[in-house]
């Protein structure tokens, strides 16, 4: 439908200028003719081609940028679409290899660019490749060398200048692209670290850092300029000539009785409506090459590897879920980070994954959910692999709860209902209450109407976790991976949020993945990874009963809890 469109809105734009060369010959002519003073009557038709002419100018020309801009918004629309729906499949595992900013600028600046392709380029080419051939068609026909010198001077205008526009601009056009995308991730990267940044006095060199950005910006849109208007130059000096051209073949012609001296307007004005067909593209060229940048950094989204392969089946249940032999490595290293895991979840069952950081925790979260894809071993739902399910499927089964959950800006109650669109009020209470924040959420004047801030800013660390508990157990899932949900807390508030997210879990698969060894006593088996293999595994009370990093652990963070009770300071290498 989009490419039906774009050609209409090229027809009705070579109808556009088409009305404008028509109508400046027609006028070249009854001004020429009404100066010997004929009969009205001869006139009248001339009179009512340039009024038609006149109108029809202005309507196909606003028809033609209603059907061309409607179409080339579709276009953008589906792009866009599909923009998002790519980065879907690369996150967040396939994330990282783009920096936060420029995603952003490829997402909004890139794809914009990409309306050029069609407003700024190949509607303008193909309307003045049209209109020059049937206006040099039309020039010759009255007189051929007059048709021969339009032609000639059309396609240095139209090809001729906009190639030199271009040699000239390129360098400037590509750097443009970079800078603006450098620029808008270094304005994300500084809003984001403002705090710290001011914190530690660090803001003013970034500030000028991004002022250094900004001039360097501003030198590549100068150095575009320039070339813009060396093209606007060369098309005004190829009109002049075409017109001068023109005017010497027409008085030789008149002079030797070839042409009529009526028509002499006419030879010497078409070439300037012709003109207006051609002197756009010096900038549409210069639009290409930007066009051709963004649409290179797309290409580089869509080209890049999702780290889950994307298959269309349905599991019917999660259970059992199954992992053997499992091994793992986040895209683009080398380095495995699991190793031979092997994990077997029933309906009910509870596991607790312990070990230091970079052990292999979150790489596990990340496989469970479907971030990442074993690069080894098995992975099966119902004994189905994972593989040839759709991801999402897989997720609408196994819930994820991070250490550092998005709450989004808005209020509390939009925020549950992302896990259960549907949810009704009851609904709500009654996962807020099993998440044990329901009493605080009611003490609120607005409830859950309450709004939360970007990023939770106006609610606690203890506060945002138990929320996104609240979203996990009101979507239902039967599998409930808790990834590190006591992060940055202190031991009181973590145990204690701990205990609770157990509690609201009961009956669920569960997987906590904790650097505290608390609650792991609850847990029907206890999995200790280093260095992204399982070194122990066992009941809490099997592994107190050996040596090991286990009971090692236990006995360290025993100790330090009774001191921060005590309120004493934590011993270095304790």
């Not at 109108?55 to 918004?73: I, K, N, P, S």
């Not at 989004?408 to 009704?424: E, H, Q, V």
């Not at 009956?507 to 006593?521: F, K, M, P, Y």
Request: glycine fraction near 10%; include cysteine.
């Amino acid at each position: 439908m989009s490419r039906k469109q774009l050609v209409a809105a090229g027809g009705l734009g070579a109808g556009a200028l088409g009305c404008a060369v028509a109508l400046l010959a027609t006028s070249g002519w009854l001004i020429s003719r009404a100066s010997q003073q004929p009969p009205v009557l001869e006139l009248a038709v001339a009179v009512t081609a340039v009024r038609a002419f006149g109108l029809g100018r202005g309507v196909l020309r606003y028809a033609e940028r209603l059907v061309g801009h409607d179409a080339t918004f579709r276009i953008l629309a589906s792009l866009r679409s599909r923009v998002y729906a790519r980065l879907e499949r690369l996150g967040p595992a396939g994330l990282p290899a783009f920096r936060r900013g420029d995603l952003l600028a490829r997402f909004v600046s890139d794809v914009d660019q990409i309306q050029d392709r069609y407003l700024r380029v190949r509607l303008p080419f193909a309307i003045a490749a049209v209109v020059g051939v049937l206006a040099a068609l039309g020039a010759g026909l009255l007189l051929p060398a007059a048709g021969l010198a339009l032609g000639v001077a059309l396609l240095v205008g139209g090809v001729v200048v906009p190639w030199l526009t271009v040699r000239t601009a390129a360098l400037a056009e590509r750097a443009t692209v970079a800078d603006r995308a450098e620029l808008a991730t270094s304005v994300v990267e500084l809003l984001h670290g403002a705090t710290e940044l001011i914190a530690h006095g660090s803001a003013g060199p970034r500030l000028r850092a991004l002022d250094e950005l900004d001039r360097r910006l501003a030198r590549s849109a100068a150095r575009s300029a320039a070339a813009t208007g060396l093209g606007a130059g060369l098309t005004a000096l190829a009109t002049g000539g075409a017109v001068l051209a023109a005017l010497a073949a027409g008085a030789a012609a008149v002079d030797a009785g070839r042409l009529d001296p009526v028509l002499l307007a006419v030879v010497v004005l078409l070439p300037l409506a012709a003109f207006e067909a051609v002197s756009g593209l010096p900038v549409a060229a210069q639009s290409l090459v930007r066009v051709r940048e963004s649409d290179d950094r797309l290409r580089e989204v869509f080209d890049a590897t999702p780290p889950v392969r994307p298959g269309t089946g349905t599991p019917e249940s999660a259970f059992p879920l199954v992992l053997a032999g499992v091994g793992a490595r986040w895209p683009g290293t080398d380095r495995a980070a699991l190793t031979d895991l092997d994990l077997r979840l029933e309906r009910g069952s509870r596991v607790a994954v312990v070990g230091a950081s970079g052990a292999g925790k979150s790489t596990l979260a990340a496989l469970l959910v479907r971030f990442l894809d074993p690069s080894a071993g098995t992975f099966t739902l119902a004994g189905v692999a994972v593989q040839e399910l759709d991801p999402d499927a897989v997720r609408r089964l196994i819930g994820w709860c991070a250490q550092d959950s998005h709450l989004f800006d808005t209020s509390i109650g939009d925020n549950l209902r992302i896990g259960r669109p549907d949810a009704g009020e009851a609904d709500l209470w009654a996962a807020l209450d099993a998440a044990r924040i329901g009493d605080w959420v009611r003490s609120l004047p607005r409830g859950l109407d309450t709004p939360v801030g970007e990023r939770g800013a106006r609610v606690s660390g203890g506060q945002r976790q138990r929320l996104a508990l609240a979203r996990v157990v009101l979507a239902g899932f039967p599998v409930v991976v808790l990834d590190e949900p006591t992060a940055n807390l202190d031991p009181l508030t973590a145990d204690a949020l701990t205990t609770d997210l157990l509690a609201a879990t009961e009956g669920r698969a569960t997987v906590l993945i904790t650097h505290r060894l608390a609650g792991c006593e609850h847990a029907d088996e206890i999995l200790v990874l280093d260095a992204g293999r399982v070194v122990q595994r066992g009941t809490h009370q099997a592994l107190l009963s050996v040596d090991g990093p286990y009971r090692t652990g236990w006995e360290r963070e025993r100790r330090d809890d009774a001191r921060f009770t005590a309120g004493e300071p934590e011993r270095v290498g304790d």
